[in-house]
Nanobody
Framework: QVQLVESGGGLVQPGGSLRLSCAAS????????MGWYRQAPGKQREFVAL???????NVANSVKGRFTISINSAKNTTNLQMDSLKPEDTADYYC?????????????WGQGTQVTVSS
């Protein structure tokens, strides 16, 4: 069973920065894609960014130029560097990873980490 654990959320002022991390753990797994999604109060979960094991990225237009996703494939960890944060970035941020574990496809979510952008 692959587990994802996020860290790095918190309260930050507008214009500030935060760095989220997500670590995947388990036995005998290979990650295909890791990504970040967010869900603001009263809204649906939305895509933020993803990165493949090979380093290809896709970033939502709403955060392009402000958020950067990276991956450490050796450590099965992805980071989301969030700069120039805006109040509308306030949400619970969830890590997602898919790939193969024990020959079976998996697609798992972390428990989420809260990001609040407020003065």
């Amino acid at each position: 069973q692959v587990q994802l654990v996020e860290s790095g959320g918190g309260l930050v002022q507008p214009g500030g920065s935060l760095r989220l991390s997500c670590a995947a753990s388990g036995s005998m797994f290979n990650i295909n894609v890791m990504g970040w999604y967010r869900q603001a109060p009263g809204k649906q979960r939305e895509f933020v960014a993803l990165i493949t094991n090979g380093g290809s990225t896709n970033v939502a237009n709403s955060v392009k130029g402000r958020f950067t996703i990276s991956i450490n494939s050796a450590k099965n960890t992805t980071n989301l560097q969030m700069d120039s944060l805006k109040p509308e970035d306030t949400a619970d941020y969830y890590c997602n990873a898919n790939g193969f574990s024990g020959g079976k496809w998996f697609d798992h979510w972390g428990q989420g980490t809260q990001v609040t952008v407020s003065s």
